[in-house]
């Protein structure tokens, strides 16, 4: 039995399938939509996954010929509602997400690793995020990797939903 090859975590560039992209990101989001849940992943054109990789690093996984999960690192945002991501210091990832297809294999914990590497390296003291508040289950595995609840945000009407707005420290040990 041959085993699939490890997966491949590297920036977006001109030669990704922006369309499958999207798709993807679509199923991974479709979930949280059965729930009732909008977040801008589960509706978002393909000039909005362009616009949103180009916000930051975009970064691919890709499994073989396949993409399995995708995420976009941001530098502090100085025009940004939210006063953490104008924070300096403060880095924040966004579209994270891992094809339905690929779950239950560790991947978003790869891609996750990887994301607070790449953002330490380029300076960041802290990583931050936003999720749905009704988000239990998500809110859960950010926990588990080092996340603390330290705010909330509302993007509505682009969602439908509060938001949680959770921060780790990426200079208090090796990235979770």
């Given at each position: 039995?041959?085993?699939p090859?490890?997966?491949?975590?590297?920036?977006v560039?001109?030669?990704?399938?922006?369309?499958?992209?999207?798709?993807?990101?679509?199923?991974?989001?479709?979930?949280?939509?059965?729930?009732?849940?909008?977040?801008?992943?589960?509706?978002?054109?393909?000039?909005?996954?362009?616009?949103?990789?180009?916000?930051?690093t975009?970064?691919?996984?890709?499994?073989?010929?396949?993409?399995?999960?995708?995420?976009?690192?941001?530098?502090p945002?100085?025009?940004?509602?939210?006063?953490l991501?104008?924070d300096?210091v403060?880095?924040?990832?966004?579209?994270?997400?891992?094809?339905?297809?690929?779950?239950g294999r560790?991947?978003?914990?790869?891609?996750?690793v990887?994301?607070?590497?790449?953002?330490?390296q380029?300076?960041?003291?802290?990583?931050?995020?936003?999720?749905?508040?009704?988000?239990?289950?998500?809110?859960?595995?950010?926990?588990?990797?080092?996340y603390?609840?330290?705010?909330?945000?509302?993007?509505q009407?682009?969602?439908?939903?509060?938001?949680?707005?959770?921060?780790?420290?990426?200079?208090?040990?090796?990235?979770?």
């Amino acid at each position: 039995m041959t085993l699939p090859p490890a997966p491949m975590i590297r920036p977006v560039n001109a030669d990704d399938d922006l369309e499958r992209l999207t798709k993807l990101i679509h199923a991974a989001y479709a979930p949280h939509a059965k729930l009732g849940l909008r977040y801008w992943g589960t509706h978002q054109s393909v000039e909005d996954t362009v616009e949103r990789f180009a916000s930051g690093t975009g970064l691919v996984m890709v499994e073989g010929d396949d993409y399995v999960g995708t995420a976009t690192l941001r530098p502090p945002q100085p025009d940004s509602a939210v006063a953490l991501y104008r924070d300096p210091v403060v880095w924040s990832l966004c579209q994270f997400c891992i094809s339905p297809n690929a779950k239950g294999r560790g991947y978003g914990k790869q891609l996750h690793v990887y994301a607070t590497r790449f953002a330490l390296q380029a300076g960041a003291q802290m990583l931050a995020l936003d999720t749905a508040k009704p988000a239990a289950a998500l809110i859960t595995m950010y926990e588990s990797w080092g996340y603390r609840v330290v705010g909330a945000c509302d993007w509505q009407p682009l969602t439908n939903y509060t938001s949680v707005l959770m921060a780790r420290s990426l200079t208090d040990g090796p990235p979770a």
